[in-house]
Each structure stands twice: as C-alpha cells, then as structure tokens.
C-alpha cells in the first residue's frame, strides 16, 4: 500500500520530533522509574572498610582452633576501640567494622563463650576472610555505576544512594494531555443516549501512561467539531509536551484533527504507518508540544500507544532505550500468514506460548483483558505451524 510509513521508520521520526526535556534534580523519594540525566559515579567505597557479614567473633585465622579471650566488642556503627591481639577474639555483630589484627569472623553458631573464655565447639571458619566483606567489596570511589538515560529502578534507586549521590539528577516528565473526539463519546459512567458510547479509551491511556515517568491532566473530550478541536489544541500546546488525541484521525468527514493542527498552527510530521491495526496515527507538533494522532478503535488506540506514545514519553524523559523489547516464544496454535502492513495480534503469553486471541476486529475492547503481548506478523509473513517461534512485545 502506498503513501503508508514503515513502522520503525514512523517511531524514529515521532523520537526526533522534541529532545528530550530539561535536567532537574529530585528527591531519592520522589525519582522511581525517572530516567537519570546523567551517570551516576561512586563518590566513595563501598563498604568503607572491611565490614563482618555475621553476628561472631573477630578473630586471626592462625589462631585456629582457640580457644581465645574476649577482648571486647564492636557493634555495627561503631569504631572499634582497639586491635586484635594474637590469642584474643573480639565479639562482632553483622555489618560492624573489622578491628584491625582480625583478619576471620566465626559465627556465633561455632564456639562458647564462658566468661571472657572463647572456645570452639563447630566447624569454624574454613579459610581465612570467611564472614568478611572487603573494603570496596561491592564499588570503589569513581567506579561508573550507572549510564545517563538509564532508568531508575528500585535496584539503581539503592545503588546511587549507597555511591553518596545527595539526589537523584534526572530529565523532567513530560506533562501529557488526553482528548477524545467524538459525538458519539460519553464520560465513562454517564448515561447513554441511542448512538452513544462510554469514552473508554481516554481512561485506558491514562492508566497506560500511569507507569511511566509523566505528568497526566485528566482525559478532555470533545465534539466532531473542527473548530472546538483546534482551539482546544491550540490551548493545549501552551502547558504540554505531549498532546495525544483520539479518534478523527482516517480519512472520513467528521475526521478534524488533521485539519485542527493544521488550524491551531501546528504541522502533521507523517500520517498513515504499514500497521494494523493503527494505520491512521498521525504524528506532528504544535508549538513545543508534540502531537499523537491516534486511531479511535480501541485496539488501535492500545497498539499505537504502545508502540508510539510510551517510547516517546520515556524518550522526553531521558531515556536512553525507550522502546519495549522484543522477545520469541514457540506458537501454542498455527498462525495464518500474513497481509500487506505489519500485524501487531493481541495474544496470551502462558506457559511461555503464545496464542492469538480470536477477535481482528479492532473496534472490540473485550480482547484487551486477556492480551499480554503483542505477537509481531510482519508483512506478507508465511503461515507458520504450533511450536514455530515468532516475535512478541510484552505489554502490561
Ligand atoms: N474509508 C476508510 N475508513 C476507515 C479507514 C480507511 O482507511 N478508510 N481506516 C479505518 C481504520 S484502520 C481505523 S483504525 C479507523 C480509525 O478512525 P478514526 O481514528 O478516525 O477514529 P473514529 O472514526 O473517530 O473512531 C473509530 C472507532 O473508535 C471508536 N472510538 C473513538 N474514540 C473512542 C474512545 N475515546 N473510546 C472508545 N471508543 C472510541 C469510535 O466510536 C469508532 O467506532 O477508521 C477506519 N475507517
Ligand atoms: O488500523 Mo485500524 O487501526 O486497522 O483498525
């Protein structure tokens, strides 16, 4: 088909559309699944110095088996108050600092303690430095940690505090608007009149764009009007980077919203992607904003999100990789080949295959309860057998 954009085409153009948005630096508290905007360094070793990884006795290796007098005793935040002398033991608690002489740890579990008398009554230690954390054990100071444009995860959040960073440098989110167009477009709950639907897609983008890192104002609606559309557009721009509309985006008489960017001042980068469903999506901008056209059908709506909205928030957010990847699993059932744009097929992933839901027919939201991937069907794609591994994009 002509006229239609190849898909990674299409998702490198809406990246190139806005850089990503300026560097602030927040709270550890407040930065879970930002992107850094810079790399984080570790401003200082880790542990400090050699650190008992066992609540025991500090004792010199050589000194094995005992038994050993009780020297004193050093709890975690503590300095130690003197060095191991040979013959003596020092009690130790999990994560107190080594006094210096010692250079082993029994546990507890392995000896007795009566009076200052340390005498062992286990195994002991097997090899010298058992129970012990070296100093810079898990990072030195200066080692690269983590990568401007990496996601901070719970695991990176603990690492870049552990490395002394005081806050976390990261990019702002992008502030993000939702409109749906459409007469037939009801707010979710409200009663219906012949003709009417519930606007379910403006609170499934929503939902959708709730994990990521983005600011999201309430879902807007508005009339088949193309008037109202652009001067709601125009309105938009002013105070976000992300406008993402729903519906009016094919080629039938009451589609505006081609026209209301055109309107409000705003130009169309590309209309139309190789896909389905979701070949209508238009991508452009409008001022400093950048503007989501997607398909009304909420199938469409879902994949182009998926494919197009998410990797662009995390793109203005500083990410660094900001598409899904893909992965491949054996088919559960045969798939038929395919047709003439890239198919993205609601599927179930159980059990590590991958069935197709039965619905094509976009418009269905019901398929969209059981879909947890995406099963990639590219173009004129031969018919495959059960077991034949294909490509597949996680969504939640
Ligand atoms: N002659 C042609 N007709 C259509 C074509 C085409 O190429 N030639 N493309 C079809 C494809 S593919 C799609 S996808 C749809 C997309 O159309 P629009 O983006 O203009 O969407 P609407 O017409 O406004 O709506 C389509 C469908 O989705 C329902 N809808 C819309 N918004 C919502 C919402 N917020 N929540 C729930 N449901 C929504 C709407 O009621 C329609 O049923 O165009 C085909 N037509
Ligand atoms: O592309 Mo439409 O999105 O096939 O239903």
């Not at 980077?241 to 169309?268: K, M, Y």
């Not at 990797?311 to 080949?337: E, N």
Request: aromatic residues 4%.
């Amino acid at each position: 088909m002509s006229g239609l954009l190849p898909v990674e085409e299409a998702q490198a153009r809406t990246l190139t559309l806005r850089t990503p948005l300026s560097p602030e630096t927040i709270a550890f508290s407040e930065c879970f699944g930002r992107y850094l905007s810079q790399p984080v360094t570790a401003l200082r070793d880790q542990p400090a110095a050699a650190l008992s990884a066992m609540d025991g006795y500090a004792i010199r290796f050589a000194d094995l088996p005992g038994p050993w007098t009780i020297a004193g005793e050093v709890a975690a935040g503590a300095v130690p108050s003197r060095a191991l002398g040979p013959g003596e033991a020092i009690r130790i608690f999990t994560g107190a600092m080594l006094p210096e002489g010692a250079d082993t740890v029994v546990v507890q579990e392995d000896v007795a303690a009566k009076g200052a008398t340390l005498t062992l009554t286990g195994d002991g230690p097997a090899a010298r430095g058992r129970h012990i954390r070296p100093r810079a054990g898990d990072f030195a100071a200066g080692a690269p940690l983590l990568d401007a444009g990496a996601r901070l995860t719970p695991g990176a959040i603990a690492a870049a505090i552990m490395a002394g960073a005081p806050a976390a440098p990261v990019h702002r989110r992008p502030r993000v608007a939702i409109l749906s167009t459409g007469d037939e477009l009801v707010e979710p709950g409200r009663p219906l009149a012949p003709g009417h639907i519930p606007d379910s897609n403006g609170a499934m983008l929503a939902a959708m764009l709730a994990a990521e890192p983005a600011a999201v104002a309430l879902p807007l609606h508005a009339r088949d009007e193309r008037g109202t559309i652009s001067n709601i557009l125009r309105e938009l721009a002013r105070h976000h980077d992300v406008i993402v509309t729903i519906g009016g985006a094919s080629v039938g008489d009451h589609d505006h919203v081609r026209g209301a960017l055109a309107d409000a001042g705003g130009a169309v980068d590309f209309w139309r992607v190789a896909m389905r469903p979701g070949k209508p999506l238009i991508a452009g901008t409008l001022g400093e904003a950048v503007l989501l056209g997607l398909p009304g059908n909420p199938a469409s709506a879902f994949v182009t999100a998926t494919l197009f909205l998410l990797p662009l928030v995390r793109h203005l957010a500083g990410a660094r990789d900001p598409f899904q990847p893909r992965g491949q699993a054996p088919l559960a059932v045969p798939l038929a080949a395919g047709g003439d744009r890239r198919d993205y097929l609601r599927a179930r992933l159980d059990g590590g295959a991958l069935t197709p839901l039965d619905s094509r027919d976009s418009g269905q939201t019901r398929p969209l309860i059981a879909a947890n991937a995406l099963i990639v069907r590219d173009r004129d794609a031969s018919a495959r057998d059960a077991g034949a591994l294909v490509d597949y994009i996680a969504i939640a």
